[in-house]
């Protein structure tokens, strides 16, 4: 029987995958490090205007989750495992930001604000499902691991 990591880091060996992956990592990866250099903006500042208690506590950890998975995702070492919290990140974004923004503003603003924050949502449930494919640290091991 496989172990859990060996199940985790199995992938479909498409090497198309790597687009998806690329554009998902390179995303969250530059998302997190802009929270901590523009902190004022991106960061704390962005989750005190949203309106979240204790936002000095939110901001340097959604920019840690999203620099250390993105950059997870974009080698594609435990994607699936990475996709987890940035799929927490992802929707808690849209229900504080674009959930509010539809209500106050309609389905057309709603929509153009969001496509970022909807296709990084789409593109992690992809990898989730999908996981990392063949051009991978995952693809990797499981092909060293399949090998006699």
Known sequence: ???????????????????????????????GIQKFLFADQLGSGRFARIGLPAPQVPGPLVGGFETVCGALILFGFF????????????GTAIATTKVPMFVHDGFWKTVYEGRADFAMLLGLLFLLVVGAGGWSLDGRATKKAGSP
């Open 79 to 90: 994607t699936r495992l990475a996709s987890l919290p940035l799929l927490v990140v992802i």
């Open 1 to 31: 029987m496989p172990s859990f990591a060996k199940k985790i880091r199995a992938s479909a060996p498409v090497p198309s995958v790597l687009l998806i992956r690329l554009m998902v990592g390179a995303v969250f990866l530059s998302e």
